[in-house]
């Protein structure tokens, strides 16, 4: 069974930047696809982006050219690097694992973008 532990979260300004942790315990890393969702409240869970095992990356349009995902198969952890915050990018952001039919969830960390 996988677990995925979510940290990095927090308060920060428009304009500023944070980066957000999920490492994974229990599981087959290196073979998966890691992403991050984001949940605002009233709104449904969405895809912020994704790396396959093999490096490919996906994107929302609402943060291309703002954040950057990656992996280090060697921590079995992956990274949400978040530039140039806005407002509208506070949310809970989850982090998941997926490999085959198996898919598995974070806790969620909350990020806060306010003046």
């Known amino acids: 069974q996988v677990q995925l532990v979510e940290s990095g979260g927090g308060l920060v300004q428009p304009g500023g930047s944070l980066r957000l942790s999920c490492a994974a315990s229990?599981?087959?890393?290196?073979?998966?696809?890691m992403g991050w969702y984001r949940q605002a409240p009233g709104k449904e869970r969405e895809l912020v982006a994704s790396?396959?095992?093999?490096?490919?990356?996906i994107y929302a349009d609402s943060v291309k050219d703002r954040f950057t995902i990656s992996r280090d198969n060697a921590k079995n952890t992956a990274y949400l690097q978040m530039n140039n915050l806005k407002p509208e990018d506070t949310a809970v952001y989850y982090c998941?694992?997926?490999?085959?039919?198996?898919?598995?969830w974070g806790q969620g960390t909350q990020v806060t973008v306010s003046s």
């Open positions: 790396i396959t095992r093999g490096g490919d990356t």
């Open positions: 998941n694992y997926r490999l085959a039919t198996y898919n598995a």
């Open positions: 229990g599981t087959m890393f290196s073979l998966s696809t």
